[in-house]
């Protein structure tokens, strides 16, 4: 069985920047509170500290 390599999330990548605005790009976790992003997968979305998961509809 061939190793998936794992690459980090950049911080960078979870934020945009317009002009003077900050947004953010994932969702936060309900559960966890501000700072711990949603990982998207590809029908759900999910934590990877507490293990919530949304399902996305299709």
Not at 13 to 41: D, M, N, T
Not at 46 to 51: D, L, Q
Request: hydrophobic share 25%; net charge positive; charged share 35%.
């Amino acid at each position: 069985m061939r190793a998936v390599k794992h690459r980090p999330s950049k911080k960078s990548e979870f934020y945009k920047v317009e002009g003077e605005k900050v947004s953010r790009g994932r969702k936060f976790c309900p559960k966890c509170g501000p700072g711990i992003f949603l990982a998207q997968h590809g029908n759900r979305l999910s934590c990877g500290k507490c293990r919530y998961t949304e399902f996305v509809k299709s």
